[in-house]
């Protein structure tokens, strides 16, 4: 291809965060949308709803703390869903 001649068009895409910001009921519209099937479907949400954090503050633990949305962090699936829930947005591209 000749830089000079070739016209065309990029998009960069900042991720930061991008884990944090994923909303469940989008991510589960999107895991149903490809094919996953109720039972796993099911099996994820399970993981999710109800879960919690704590947070040491001055050296003391925090109440638990719910978790309302974002995908979790080291959980070998989340790099799946991480693709599945931005694939929309690739399609749209």
């Not at 895409?13 to 999107?30: I, N, P, S, T």
């Not at 709803?49 to 050296?59: D, Y």
């Not at 638990?64 to 070998?76: A, E, F, S, V, W």
């Amino acid at each position: 291809m000749d830089p000079e001649t070739y016209k065309g068009h990029s998009i960069l895409l900042d991720q930061e965060k991008a884990y944090d910001r994923v909303g469940w009921e989008f991510m589960y519209r999107c895991l149903r949308t490809f094919g996953i099937g109720p039972w796993f479907l099911h099996f994820i949400q399970k993981i999710y709803i109800g879960a919690t954090t704590r947070v040491v503050v001055n050296k003391e633990l925090t109440n638990p703390i719910q978790i309302k949305n974002g995908l979790r962090q080291g959980d070998p699936l989340s790099p799946l869903q991480y693709n599945l829930v931005i694939e929309p947005l690739l399609l749209a591209i």
